[in-house]
């Protein structure tokens, strides 16, 4: 649900289901099925632009979720976030710079915190990286606390937007008025 649909100021509201996967786990493999249930909070930072999140999250998956040191299972957590106000740069290769970080509370494979920053190149196309610290180092490949991330954005749209119909150009002279008599 957008921000302001209900009343003023009111957050943005995001429902849903991630980390879906395919290949089921078992006693002696983990899967992909991790299966996390998720509600957010978002909203626009007045006046400036950015945002801030605040969430949760719940996995269904019980077994997937203990954490290494063995003391027990961690599958509900906080979920929260923050981009700043768009830093512009207007260069010809590089449109603006974004401060991000987040957060996802649990002593578990995803319970990280990590910053970094998003370059834009063009609206449609992003570089974001920064370092992402792990909670459970041991459940993490390599048993290590630090990773550094690069992500790659390309935004493609589905389908095409159909272009506004312009309106017929209007008369400035009105029409002549017209009557129609009836006879008997």
Same mark, same amino acid.
């Given at each position: 649900?957008?921000?302001?649909?209900?009343?003023?100021?009111?957050? %943005?509201?995001?429902?849903?289901?991630?980390?879906?996967?395919?290949?089921? %786990?078992?006693?002696?493999?983990?899967?992909?099925?991790?299966?996390?249930?998720?509600?957010?909070?978002?909203?626009?930072?007045?006046?400036?632009?950015?945002?801030?999140?605040?969430?949760?999250?719940?996995?269904?998956?019980?077994?997937?979720?203990?954490? %290494?040191?063995? %003391?027990?299972?961690?599958?509900?957590?906080?979920?929260?976030?923050?981009?700043?106000?768009?830093?512009?740069?207007?260069?010809?290769?590089?449109?603006?710079?974004?401060?991000?970080?987040?957060?996802?509370?649990?002593?578990?494979?995803?319970?990280?915190?990590?910053?970094?920053?998003?370059?834009?190149?063009?609206?449609?196309?992003?570089?974001?990286?920064?370092?992402?610290?792990?909670?459970?180092?041991?459940?993490?490949?390599?048993?290590?606390?630090?990773?550094?991330?690069?992500?790659?954005?390309?935004?493609?749209?589905?389908?095409?937007?159909?272009?506004?119909?312009?309106?017929?150009?209007?008369?400035?002279?009105?029409?002549?008025?017209?009557?129609?008599?009836?006879?008997?």
């Amino acid at each position: 649900m957008p921000e302001d649909k209900l009343f003023p100021y009111q957050p %943005s509201l995001a429902v849903g289901i991630f980390g879906v996967g395919t290949k089921k %786990s078992t006693d002696t493999t983990l899967g992909t099925d991790y299966n996390m249930l998720y509600a957010q909070l978002q909203h626009t930072i007045p006046g400036l632009g950015g945002y801030v999140s605040a969430g949760g999250y719940y996995a269904l998956q019980d077994k997937l979720f203990q954490a %290494s040191d063995g %003391s027990g299972t961690q599958r509900a957590g906080f979920m929260g976030g923050f981009i700043s106000p768009d830093i512009p740069i207007n260069a010809a290769w590089l449109q603006k710079i974004n401060v991000a970080g987040d957060v996802q509370t649990g002593k578990n494979v995803f319970g990280a915190a990590g910053g970094g920053l998003y370059f834009y190149f063009t609206d449609k196309v992003d570089v974001l990286t920064g370092p992402v610290y792990f909670f459970d180092p041991a459940s993490q490949p390599g048993g290590r606390q630090w990773f550094w991330t690069v992500q790659l954005d390309i935004d493609l749209p589905l389908r095409a937007t159909p272009s506004p119909t312009p309106a017929a150009p209007v008369s400035e002279t009105p029409a002549p008025a017209t009557t129609t008599a009836s006879t008997k």
